[in-house]
């Protein structure tokens, strides 16, 4: 009876498992991921969104204790207040109406507009508004909302009131002032502003408003008007309300453009841009307002003919306002004045040119890149508020254009940096010296600390050291801001604090750093596995605060900052460490006493690939999701991460298709060196049988052995869990680099990767296909030049002639691509002139008559980093040497697909491909007549067919 029931058993399990289907491109829209996650700050709420690839996200409070789950379909943005009893959130429209609207482009005025949806934790009770286009929640304080609506949907309604009857009072004369100058006007009315308080229910309503902002504490509500050309009563400029007494005071009743609202720290004063230009102004005059609470109106600070400012600039309106943080000092940005268009000119009678100039900083291509962002670039400068000789103060200028505040503005100097004559040639290195300043804040005296220096550069918190990486020594450095005296940290010292890996024409970057300790104590520094704690003075030995224990037991440890507010790491913190455990992949966290001698202390390490972790602000509680190549990325819940909670469980669906597993293999290659790489298989997998195998590669990807692979469509790299699901085996081979040959490399770890698999009677050595994008396409191309042993190869935005792409142009940031070649991915190491035969060398154009692999070519007009042109070269030689070769032009597409119906059309087409030569599937129309010209937008040419490419 026994073994009956066994035999049944064993048979209806295969049977279910064969009911498995696999993956099919009808899946993508509806499969599931974590869109965000966030804990209120007593850690009793977690809030987490699941979006859809295309459809509607769901929005999931889930309480602890008691496991209470509230959920809110296409919710998302959600912030909780600070005494976490509510919680607010956008919700979006439903997707298939938007779609509906687009197809029948309505404008955007009639699209559906977000809703605004608030709940109370302690009764669940979901509220809603409709139309809203925006919401805030002060970061500290009562549990106040703010929320701004939309246009109405009839705008002929008639608007709601201003105020309730019980806010007619006190200061709601001058709150419907109406000032205006004669031809000043906002460019569009504000819409109704509502202010409710969460705890008591009562709603304050303001007209017109087109930008608004919470003090800190909550107790101040900035609001701005706009004023109406129908409505003569409507509230005109700034005003100020005190959230706690419902008072109201005007600080500007001139009607004009005021933004970039910014309280200080303490919530006590208050600074904003403002402009009363005539609206057919092209050129705005902004000015920069203060308010002291103190002060029933907001005072002009900074106008342009205030003493400091240079000669033929003025205030910035594009430019940032920060206070520092004792609030005595206002930090803004100045800016050249524009020179306004000249209206009398004849468009049609003008030339329209672009002139290069070998002197000019930036190749022209990166400079109309660049110029809108260059148009609204200003310089730092500041003012001291309170004093009695009121000017400001430069700080940086177009020679010394980026600076950063130091200690929060409380310093007596800003840390500046420029490039400056350094600039041309990042043509061919990628990147430019800088030299680095002290700007005194008072006098703005500068103060040069480094010149020419090839590295990254910060000031410590509290601004008693600028510490700095050099990448040409591979050294870290400080340099005492009082004293002068710089410190070389890790002398001495015979690890490497560099990328040890670093396979590339051009100096290593450094591991980073993990933060300071109080007062500026000291520095943490990463090497490749561990953390090193650094007096900034030298006067004490480093120290390896890991103990060591990350390079034996080759795992990286990296500091986990879980108070994003933190300025320290403190020594008395039981800190979270990151752990990556290199040989094996797996990852997990340790804890570490970062001030006392002993290792860091195992929590957890699995066969996971774990997110970041999100602790809530005043409880121990963590959040975080985590996922493996065979498990859906789900949310979890932890105190401790010795025992956690599942809160999601995500794609259920993937339990009914035939998925996959993922494990590390490693190998040898014929020079000797080690190498491993990912093999993924079918779920279904039979040693018994032959599968055709594809190989996907970049660079290096095994440390991705832990990753979910989504079934998406894809912008352009091989969908591997798509192929998987469908009989493939694929994989993911590692590759190190030999500078100056980038392509035998390439063959030397992906070719001996391929052979060792070949071993196993389950590979079919004969139907071998590979795939890559960019970097990955240039190696398909090069590989098929050198060898016969693919079946089939798809190569992406590939480089097939190095020697007319290394001039060439990266038109999505207009840089020119010399660097790349000289210093960075394509390892060449030489210029052109240099070393011309290795440009030949390890170009694919120029061996295309050995290549005997079909292949087929994504190459898109509208590539921001690959020439399209290199696609067409290596294209119209193989079709001109009768080579089987298709070249797949998206229009008007990026270098990886952006639009979605691209991603689903290329994703149909690879399959199809793929199947023809190594499953023996039937080929689709496109592979063999192709798509007339005249049939574009009509045929799509799926179809398969019984004729032969």
């Known amino acids: ?82 005494d976490s009893k509510y919680a607010a959130f956008l919700i979006k429209p439903i ?57 109405p949907a009839d705008t002929a309604k008639k608007a709601r009131p201003a105020t309730t009857p019980a806010e007619k009072k006190g200061d709601d004369e001058d709150f419907f002032a109406d000032d205006e100058p004669a031809g000043s006007a906002a460019k569009q009315e504000g819409t109704d502003l509502i202010l409710k308080n969460l705890l008591t229910g009562t709603e304050r309503t303001f007209k017109y408003v087109n930008d608004y902002a919470f003090s800190k504490n909550g107790k101040q509500l900035v609001i701005s008007c706009t004023g109406s050309k129908k409505d003569k009563t409507a509230p005109v400029g700034v005003f100020l309300l005190n959230t706690e007494k419902g008072t109201l005071k005007t600080l500007v009743k001139t009607k004009g453009n005021y933004k970039s609202f910014i309280f200080d720290d303490e919530s006590e004063h208050l600074a904003f841009l403002g402009e009363t230009s005539p609206e057919k102004q092209e050129i705005k005059d902004y000015d920069i307002y203060f308010n002291s609470l103190t002060l029933d109106t907001a005072q002009v600070l900074v106008e342009n003919d205030i003493d400091g400012m240079p000669a033929k600039f003025a205030v910035s309106g594009d430019g940032r306002l920060n206070f520092s943080k004792d609030g005595n000092r206002l930090f803004f940005g100045i800016a050249p004045i524009k020179k306004a268009k000249d209206t009398t000119l004849v468009d049609f009678e003008h030339a329209k040119l672009d002139i290069w100039g070998y002197k000019d900083d930036y190749l022209q291509p990166m400079q109309l890149k660049n110029a809108d962002r260059e148009s609204k670039k200003s310089y730092m400068t500041t003012i001291d508020i309170y004093s009695s000789d009121p000017k400001i103060v430069p700080l940086t200028d177009v020679k010394l254009p980026d600076a950063s505040l130091v200690n ?22 990628g990147s430019s010296v800088r030299d680095y300043y002290l700007v005194d804040v008072k006098t703005g005296v500068r103060k040069k600390i480094l010149e020419g220096f090839s590295g990254n550069a910060m000031a410590s918190p509290l601004g008693n050291y600028v510490l700095y990486f050099d990448k040409k020594t591979s050294n870290w450095y400080t340099y005492n801001t009082i004293t002068g005296k710089v410190t070389h940290l890790n002398a001495g010292l015979s690890v490497k604090f560099a990328d040890e890996d670093n396979d590339v024409p051009d100096d290593p970057s450094s591991y980073g750093i993990a933060g300071w300790t109080e007062e500026d104590k000291s520095v943490l520094i990463y090497d490749k596995y561990d953390i090193w704690s650094f007096s900034p003075d030298g006067k004490s030995q480093p120290k390896n605060i890991t103990n060591n224990f990350g390079r034996q037991n080759s795992i990286t440890f990296r500091y986990q900052k879980l108070d994003p507010e933190a300025r320290f790491i403190s020594k008395k913190e039981n800190a979270w460490l990151d752990a990556f455990k290199n040989i094996t992949k797996e990852n997990g966290f340790y804890r570490k006493k970062m001030g006392d001698d002993k290792s860091p202390e195992l929590v957890v390490m699995a066969p996971f690939k774990y997110s970041d972790l999100v602790k809530a602000k005043d409880a121990d509680r963590l959040l975080y999701d985590k996922a493996s190549y065979v498990n859906s990325p789900n949310v979890y819940t932890s105190l401790d991460l010795k025992t956690e909670t599942k809160l999601t469980n995500t794609n259920p669906q993937q339990a009914n298709y035939n998925w996959g597993t ?14 491993e790489g990912i093999l993924y298989k079918p779920e279904n997998f039979d040693p018994a049988k032959k599968y055709p195998m594809l190989v996907y590669f970049y660079e290096k990807l095994s440390d991705g052995l832990y990753s979910y692979q989504a079934p998406a469509p894809t912008p352009s790299r091989l969908a591997i869990s798509f192929f998987v699901s469908n009989g493939y085996l694929v994989f993911a081979p590692d590759i190190s680099y030999e500078t100056g040959y980038p392509g035998k490399s390439a063959m030397e770890y992906i070719n001996s990767g391929v052979e060792s698999l070949k071993k196993n009677s389950w590979v079919d050595g004969t ?50 691509r010399q660097f790349q070649y000289e210093k960075t991915q394509s390892r060449i190491g030489a210029t052109l002139w240099e070393k011309p035969e290795l440009y030949i060398e390890n170009s694919p154009l120029f061996f295309l008559p050995k290549v005997n692999t079909p292949v087929a070519i994504m190459s898109n007009d509208a590539d921001g980093a690959v020439p399209f042109y290199q696609g067409i070269e290596m294209f119209t030689g ?72």
């Open 662 to 675: 993922a494990e590390l293999v490693k190998w040898t290659t014929p020079r000797g060196f080690k190498s």
């Open 408 to 429: 929060e503005g409380d310093a007596k100097f800003v840390l500046a940096s420029t490039d400056y004559g350094n600039r041309i040639q990042s043509q061919w290195t």
């Open 95 to 151: 997707y298939a109406e938007t779609r509906l609207a687009k197809i029948k482009k309505k404008k955007a005025d009639e699209m559906t507009k977000d809703s605004l949806g608030f709940v109370n934790l302690t009764t669940s009770a979901v509220t809603k508004v409709p139309r809203v286009k925006s919401f805030k929640i002060p970061e500290e304080g009562a549990a106040l909302l703010a929320y701004q609506l939309d246009k």
């Open 1 to 82: 009876m026994q073994k009956t029931f066994t035999i049944l058993f064993l048979c209806l399990a295969t049977t279910a498992f064969a009911q498995k289907k696999p993956l099919d491109h009808s899946v993508y829209d509806t499969w599931e991921n974590i869109a965000s996650k966030q804990l209120s700050n007593n850690g009793l709420w977690a809030a987490y969104s699941i979006a859809q690839q295309e459809g509607d996200s769901k929005l999931t409070l889930n309480s602890f204790p008691g496991n209470t789950k509230i959920t809110v379909a296409r919710a998302g943005m959600l912030k909780f207040t600070a």
């Open 878 to 949: 193989l079709k001109r040497l009768g080579k089987p070769a298709w070249l797949l032009n998206y229009n008007n597409e990026a270098h990886n697909l952006v639009q979605r119906q691209n991603r689903k059309d290329i994703s149909i087409r690879e399959q199809q491909f793929f199947d023809y030569y190594l499953k023996g599937a039937k080929a689709p129309a496109w592979m063999v007549s192709g798509i007339p010209a005249t049939e574009k937008g009509k045929n799509w040419a799926f179809e398969l067919t019984d004729e032969k490419p």
């Open 767 to 816: 139907k071998i296909g590979i795939q890559g994008q960019s970097w990955g396409g240039y190696q398909v191309a090069y590989l098929i030049t050198q060898t016969n042993m693919y079946a089939a190869a798809w190569a992406g935005a590939p480089v097939a002639n190095m020697t007319s792409a290394y001039g060439g142009i990266r038109w999505e940031s207009g840089m020119n």
